[in-house]
């Protein structure tokens, strides 16, 4: 399955997005620097069970949307892949160890009813930066994000 312009439709490569998203997702937990990363145009999916803020994550389509990383440090990384029977599962990894951690919050999310009778939902990616004893010393603009949802956001959510 391909979401293609908000649609879905059968085609090699569906699914793809999926590592770029988790790549992403864990790359901004790290100090590697995000170079290239597309939004999805299109929010497919509720906010049930979602456990990442809207917009976290990045899309790929061969041969000119790419997500593209770059060490700027001065340690090595190496990016861990692999398949259980139920998830894909990734780390960055290096042989010395972080100096920070990170946490992603939004910030002015908020979904609006557009004029051609759909909703368009928008927010801010930040990054929370703590050094190894706790204490916060950045906090650090990400991205904004603009998506039209393939949803109606006001039905109630099952539980």
């Given at each position: ?9 059968p085609?090699?490569?569906g699914?793809i ?13 790290t ?9 999805h ?5 509720p906010d049930?069970?979602?456990?990442q ?17 770059k ?6 990384y190496f990016?861990?892949l692999y398949?259980?029977?139920d998830?894909?599962?990734?780390a960055w990894r290096?042989d ?8 992603v919050?939004e910030?002015?999310?908020c979904i609006?009813q557009?004029f051609w009778?759909g ?7 930040y ?5 190894q004893q706790?204490?916060?010393v950045a906090d650090?603009?990400?991205t904004e994000?603009h998506a ?9 959510q099952n539980?």
């Open positions: 399955m391909v979401l293609f312009y908000g649609n879905f439709k085609g090699i490569g699914g997005c999926q590592l770029s998203n988790l790549i992403y997702w864990m790359t901004l937990h100090p590697l620097t995000v170079v290239e990363r597309w939004r145009s299109y929010d497919v999916f049930a069970d979602r456990t803020p809207f917009g976290s994550g990045a899309t790929c389509s061969y041969n000119y949307i790419d997500l593209q990383i060490n700027e440090t001065d340690k090595p990016l861990e398949l259980t029977e998830h894909l599962v990734g290096s010395r160890a972080e100096a920070y951690s990170y946490e919050y910030k002015k999310h609006r557009e009778g909703y368009t939902r928008h927010n801010k990616l990054r929370r930066k703590y050094n706790g204490i916060q650090e603009f990400i994000n039209i949802m393939m949803y109606e956001p006001l039905l109630a539980k």
